[in-house]
């Protein structure tokens, strides 16, 4: 009994004290698409439709740091904002067509982020294989088979509460497994109190602060191994480790603070590699023809001014080249998959009209 | 100067594709089920080249063609089967399809009646034509 209270109070501090926030947009988020899902009663859209803006916003302030607003920020706030959106239109919407339009906006959206990506070919795919083609067709078919006033289709749900608490409890599970592979801020706050801490020994003489120095110095080691061992396979953390040990023996200031910035450093490295997956220590060669091979370390990527590693500005060359020498067996698989769908979309859609019953000429 | 972070891209992607889950479950019309489900692939192909992205490679751009391929052919195909579907029971209500449930389920039957439909407004009348309307006698003599 005792260990079941400790669970659920375990289970509470966790949703409510440690991760509130991503709690907050899924209780927000699920609210809203519960209550704006279409059903034949009146329903709260204004309410609805605040609780999903308030969602939004949630979902926006995890991701917003300190960061200076350039460009790229503003343009990537702007795009997900409307896809987003635009998804949940979509979701809650009533009328099909105006349905198949707001999708028709997450698609456009998307492809706005994916410019951001350094992705142009996709773009220009996306744009007219998706919002070209396939949404004319959802239109087509959609007034080929058009109904007057209410339906059943349209205005009612399966399980309105039921689903949108399973797609919330999906998304809170993404959101946390995220947070907790890609968050940088206590690496970050390590790499400010190292850079205070050797602003100090700089300037320090007496020995009653030697010492009290020293002992901090060691506490930011112990805080260094804790984060390497979050990332046990790279060089730099290897490196960490063993420092760990060295920062015990050693007794003075000036070789004391040459650990430290060289530790910062490799921290560093260790920060640029957050949340990448690593290759086993057994590299198998790859080929290099998609851009570096994935058996290369994180470390060993040319990267750009903003840190970033560097993709060729040829896009459409060099995606190409990655398509007709990696995938060439996959180009010639969907090109086969094209045509059987052709054949077999034809055969389906012709199959109500051969079967019935054929007019006879007098 | 620092680029935004890759988590941001999978946060959008995660959204996009939960709110395309959702609409699956819970919407009834065939066709915003399949817009549902092309939205879950926007998703997971803004992943793709997000990674790719953040890799400095190609490989995730040319697994989103692939995908862009496979949904092609989805949409085609499916659009083919809502047509014949549609043909034997002119609706585009999944639930008329619930026969095909397990034998060991019960069947859900709608119990709210549906909303009105709106009363249009009535038509305008004429005058029918031939007929001379009544004009009323002029007040003025110039």
Redesign the interface.
């Known amino acids: 009994m005792g260990s079941l209270v400790s669970i659920l109070r375990r289970i509470v501090v966790f949703l409510l004290v440690d991760n509130w926030r991503i709690t907050a947009v899924m209780v927000a988020g699920a609210a809203a698409?519960y209550l704006l899902?279409?059903?034949?009663?009146a329903q709260k859209t204004m309410f609805g439709a605040g609780l999903g803006l308030l969602a939004v916003l949630l979902?926006g302030a995890?991701?917003v740091g300190t960061?200076a607003v350039?460009a790229?920020?503003f343009l990537?706030y702007a795009f997900?904002a409307t896809?987003?959106i635009a998804?949940?239109l979509?979701?809650t919407?009533r009328n099909?067509a105006r349905?198949?339009l707001s999708?028709a906006l997450?698609?456009l959206s998307?492809c706005g982020?994916?410019l951001l990506?350094?992705?142009p070919?996709?773009v220009a795919?996306?744009a007219i294989?998706?919002a070209g083609?396939?949404v004319v067709?959802?239109l087509f078919?959609?007034m080929?088979?058009q109904?007057?006033?209410?339906?059943?289709?349209?205005?009612?749900?399966?399980?309105?509460l039921?689903?949108?608490i399973?797609?919330?409890i999906?998304?809170g599970v993404?959101?946390y497994v995220?947070?907790a592979?890609?968050d940088?801020r206590p690496l970050e706050k390590l790499l400010a109190d190292t850079d205070s801490l050797i602003g100090q020994m700089e300037r320090t003489t007496t020995a009653s602060e030697k010492d009290h120095l020293l002992e901090r110095a060691v506490a930011l080691a112990k805080e260094y191994q804790k984060q390497a061992e979050t990332q046990p396979n790279l060089p730099a953390s290897r490196y960490l480790q063993e420092a760990r040990g060295r920062a015990d023996t050693i007794f003075d200031i000036g070789p004391m603070k040459d650990l430290l910035a060289s530790m910062r450093t490799r921290a560093q490295e260790l920060e640029a590699s957050v949340?990448?997956m690593r290759p086993s220590e057994d590299r198998m060669v790859l080929s290099e023809l998609?851009?570096?091979?994935?058996s290369r370390q994180?470390v060993e990527?040319?990267?750009d001014?903003?840190?970033?590693?560097?993709?060729p500005a040829e896009?459409t060359a060099?995606?190409g080249r990655?398509?007709f020498t990696?995938?060439l067996l996959?180009v010639e698989l969907?090109g086969t998959?094209?045509l059987?769908?052709?054949i077999?979309?034809?055969a389906?859609?012709n199959?109500?009209t051969a079967a019935s019953p054929r007019r006879r000429l007098p | 100067?620092?680029?935004?972070?890759?988590?941001?891209?999978?946060?959008?992607g995660?959204?996009?594709?939960?709110?395309?889950?959702?609409?699956f479950?819970?919407?009834?019309?065939?066709?915003?089920m399949?817009?549902?489900a092309?939205?879950m692939l926007?998703g997971v192909?803004?992943n793709l080249?997000?990674f790719?992205?953040?890799?400095?490679?190609?490989?995730g751009?040319?697994f989103?063609?692939?995908i862009?391929?496979?949904?092609?052919?989805?949409?085609?195909?499916a659009?083919?089967?809502?047509?014949?579907l549609?043909?034997?029971r002119h609706?585009?209500?999944?639930?008329?399809w619930q026969d095909l449930r397990e034998s060991n389920l019960e069947p859900?039957i709608?119990e709210?009646?549906?909303?009105a439909?709106p009363e249009a407004p009535p038509e305008p009348k004429l005058t029918p034509a031939g007929i001379e309307p009544v004009h009323r006698e002029e007040t003025s003599h110039v």
Do not use: K, W
Request: a neutral charge.
């Open positions: 698409v899902l279409p059903r034949p009663r979902a995890l991701l960061r350039n790229e920020t990537f997900s896809a987003v998804g949940g979509l979701v919407q099909p349905a198949a999708f997450v698609v998307t982020l994916f990506l350094a992705a070919f996709l795919a996306t294989i998706y083609a396939i067709t959802f078919v959609l080929l088979a109904q007057e006033g209410p339906s059943d289709a349209d205005h009612r749900s399966r399980e309105p039921l689903s949108a399973a797609g919330f999906l998304l993404l959101l995220l947070q592979n890609y940088v949340g990448t998609s851009g570096p091979a994935s994180s990527l040319r990267r001014p903003t840190g970033r590693p560097a993709l896009n060099y995606l990655s398509l990696d995938y996959a969907g998959l094209l059987v769908a052709t077999g979309a034809i389906i859609a199959r109500g | 100067m620092s680029a935004l972070p890759l988590h941001h891209y999978l946060v959008v995660a959204v996009l594709f939960a709110l395309g889950m959702i609409g479950l819970a919407r009834r019309n065939l066709i915003v399949f817009l549902s092309e939205m926007q192909a803004l080249v997000a790719a992205r953040y890799r400095g490679n190609l490989q751009q040319s989103v063609l692939f862009l391929t496979v949904a092609a052919c989805e949409a085609g195909i659009l083919a089967l809502v047509l014949t549609y043909r034997s609706t585009l209500d999944v639930s008329v859900t709608d709210e009646p549906l909303p439909e």
